[in-house]
């Protein structure tokens, strides 16, 4: 009797242990499906969401804010992306600053931050990334989401053994949920693909005369630091590039090859007729020689397995102890947004365009991102 007793005990306890575990996981893996919040400046013209521009995408884990800054004049007209692979955080976090500081007073800027909102609900498998990281502003911690490089799949499954994209190129299977493989989209086809037909509808309706695609790469990767340019954009991209070298910033040139197909660079450029640039910094968070993955390692970007790589001269950019933070990576996008759009201006100056509010590389170094970021409510 007192044998069973103690089983019943035993038994209820090791329930109890496991619905707590379930519940606490559940209640982790459900929180990833929560938008983090962003504060727009008061320069805001208008707020959409990109199923206002394909409504097939209404109602679907693929829609996602669109943030328009609307000049009183006329003028040039930009699109920004960010988190067209949510585990590529600088892009994300750059596009969320210009939306929480920028004034536009001639021309437009459309920006979206979250260009892949389905990949920002999950991380990749076996990778131990942490769900969040953390940017102190003035007053409070703002938290934000650390996704996955592919749209989540229980958004979208099963995976083909192989894919073929809209633009014709065979991938492996897996590739069918990046969206920057997707492009030019399809209106009938997988959720990626319509995300990549919606932005497309955004290049195409907007009249937007250049689109930036924020994103990160590992320090192993070669091509890193990089200005990635569509062929109609060569001038600009030549000029900001020289532009960027005077300021003491090393980037490499790279034009988009027209092979390879389904990428932002490519596509925008030959289907929606804009001047594509894709940028690139180094995050060594999903690189493959990094060591325990941490919300700092995302943050700080610090990791003796790449000084050592770096020493044995197998990384494309210089990899010291102090690592490469987000701050640096972000900076370096909004120099390198900066230097496009002057790079614009020069190249025809009738069709104006004006913008105040974004920040300096220099401050976002010397001050940090917390202090361009709006307080936590
Ligand atoms: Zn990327």
Not at 115 to 144: C, K, L, M, V
Not at 204 to 231: K, R
Request: proline share 7%; with cysteine; hydrophobic share 40%.
């Amino acid at each position: 009797m007192l044998k069973i007793k103690r089983h019943l005990i035993f038994g209820s306890v090791f329930l109890l242990g496991a619905m707590a575990l379930g519940y606490f996981s559940g209640k982790s893996f459900m929180s990833m499906h929560i938008d983090d919040h962003i504060f727009p400046s008061s320069g805001l013209t208008e707020n959409k969401m990109l199923s206002e521009y394909f409504p097939k995408l209404k109602k679907t884990p693929g829609d996602t804010p669109v943030f328009i800054f609307q000049g009183e004049q006329p003028g040039r007209n930009i699109l920004i992306l960010g988190g067209a692979h949510p585990n590529e955080p600088a892009g994300t976090i750059a596009a969320i600053l210009l939306v929480e500081n920028i004034h536009v007073q001639a021309g437009k800027v459309i920006i979206i931050p979250w260009a892949n909102h389905s990949g920002f609900t999950h991380n990749d498998p076996q990778e131990g990334s942490p769900q969040r990281f953390s940017i102190r502003t003035q007053d409070g911690q703002r938290w934000f989401k650390y996704g996955s490089r592919l749209t989540n799949p229980i958004h979208q499954w099963p995976d083909p053994t192989v894919y073929i994209n809209p633009s014709g190129q065979k991938l492996a299977g897996t590739e069918c949920r990046n969206l920057n493989r997707s492009y030019p989209g399809r209106r009938n086809g997988n959720l990626t693909e319509k995300i990549a037909f919606g932005i497309m509808e955004v290049l195409i309706s907007e009249n937007i005369d250049l689109a930036l695609d924020l994103h990160e790469a590992a320090p192993e990767y070669p091509v890193i630091n990089a200005i990635v340019f569509h062929e109609s954009s060569a001038e600009i991209a030549s000029i900001a590039f020289m532009e960027l070298q005077l300021s003491n910033l090393e980037f490499r040139l790279e034009a988009s090859p027209p092979n390879l197909r389904g990428l932002s660079h490519r596509e925008w450029g030959d289907f929606a007729k804009v001047k594509a640039v894709l940028l690139e910094t180094a995050n060594v968070s999903h690189g493959r020689l990094k060591g325990k993955p941490s919300a700092s390692l995302i943050t700080e970007g610090r990791d003796k397995n790449y000084v050592k790589a770096d020493k044995l001269g197998r990384l494309f950019v210089p990899f010291k102890e102090e690592g490469i933070p987000l701050k640096l990576r972000v900076a370096r996008h909004l120099a390198s947004i900066e230097a496009l759009i002057s790079a614009l201006q020069e190249e025809d100056p009738t069709k104006i365009f004006a913008i105040h509010g974004l920040p300096s590389m220099e401050r976002v170094k010397i001050e940090g991102i917390g202090q361009f970021l709006a307080p936590p409510k």
